[in-house]
């Protein structure tokens, strides 16, 4: 995967975990591993950073939390990405692949 689309990834699934608790680095890291993502600290701290900058994110100590236009970003990308998988996971139609070969 390109690297500027995994960062993408990485920011959406950042915004989901800060939705439902307080990221640190600590943690964000081995959940995004887990995930396929190869990343080390300064990667995450970079990318909670860019989202703190951004203002999706507020630090605290070691901690980051969800802001309330992080809240409002990520109910975007919610609705962009159901419409988005709606189209995008349908099956490959092979005749039509074999076609654009």
Not at 9 to 30: K, N, W
Not at 51 to 62: D, Q, S
């Amino acid at each position: 995967m390109r690297a500027d689309v995994q960062n993408l990834f990485i920011g959406i699934h950042m915004l989901y975990h800060a939705h439902e608790r307080d990221l640190t680095i600590s943690e964000m890291q081995p959940e995004l591993e887990r995930h396929g993502y190869k990343v080390g600290d300064r990667e995450v701290k970079h990318e909670l950073e860019r989202l703190t900058e951004e203002n999706f994110l507020t630090a605290h100590g070691e901690g980051y939390s969800l802001t309330g236009a992080g809240i409002e970003e990520f109910k975007e990308i919610q609705s962009r990405l159901k419409e988005l998988c709606d189209e995008v996971l349908k099956p490959v139609n092979p005749k039509k692949a074999d076609s654009m070969a």
